[in-house]
């Protein structure tokens, strides 16, 4: 596989991910504007620059993960090789809503797909399991205070739900002056995102009708506490009420270092390492990593709840819709 980009996410997330699946994946070579030498995931990487990429037949799999303006120019890059074999992961947001249009240049590809760590997380499973057992009684809202944002946090708050798409959003000012994004949703419960991200003060937490599963410091009689287990200061499971979620020796490998008394949230960085693990493992077995439609609806959406403050899904509205699309690529043409 070839990964092209060599920014913080590659560095800090995707080649420690990659590294600890040596037995699945090859990384044969890295890519960036220019050569050079990086250090990651405890060793030294040669990066050469994408021009020496001069062919994808023995490409089973692209990394792409560049600057956001920098995608179409990439793409069209990539777009002159012979592709209908080689699978790719793209980034999130995907394109720049202003550069939709250079969406077409994904077609080709035997797959594409996102590496959406945030609908892979590891206490995502256990929380499932939960809410499957009753254990919340009926799930009614789930809620990202300060521990999600943009197009990420749609993303989790549709796995945490179940949900398969976002119908309406609004983004207000709080009195407290924190902004809050509620959201309606292809299932009966609602989501709630709250802003900025600050992991350090953030909480997760899905609320029932009978309890509410969280990570929040501050317990009541009613809670199923969301909690990290350590063994010997590392990082072993996740526990969520009765509900166990054991991590395996390449999954606690992209934990080392997370103090003790970190909470899930406070820990969310390393929780996104083992979402993209899994997400990887899912692509190996032929299972897929996020859909690039979904991606793509979470960038659409965030647009405009960031910029309009509010999202309603209708035929113009909804990137799946053709209507929607075409307009969406008309409007692209003025943006570059």
Known sequence: ?????????????????????????????????????????????????????STLDDVDLIYLAVGKDAVPSVLGELASFERSATDILIDTPVVRFKHFRHMDKLQGYSHAWVPEDCAYLPWLPPLWRAADSG?????????????????????????????????????????????????????SASGQIVEPRDYSKGYISLEGSSATATDRAEHSATSLPMLPVFAAGALTAIRVGDELENLDDAERSL????????????????MKRIGLLRLLRDVHAGRGGYPLAAAVDDMVIDYHLEKLGRYIATPITDPRSPLARAALRAISRFGG
């Open 255 to 270: 934990t080392l270092g997370l103090p003790t008394d970190a909470t899930l949230t406070a820990g969310q960085e390393a």
């Open 1 to 53: 596989m070839a990964i092209i980009g060599v920014g913080k996410r590659v560095r800090e997330a995707v080649l420690p991910a990659f590294r600890a699946l040596e037995d699945l994946f090859e990384v044969r070579s890295l890519h960036a504007r220019s050569s050079r030498e990086i250090e990651a995931a405890g060793r030294a990487w040669p990066v050469a620059p994408l021009s020496a990429l």
């Open 135 to 187: 254990a919340l009684g009926n799930v009614e809202n789930a809620t990202l205070f300060r521990s999600g944002y943009a197009y990420h946090g749609l993303a989790t708050i549709k796995a945490m739900l179940k949900a398969t798409g976002i119908r309406r959003g609004r983004r207000r000012r709080r009195p407290d002056g924190l902004l809050e994004r509620r959201l309606g949703l292809t299932v």
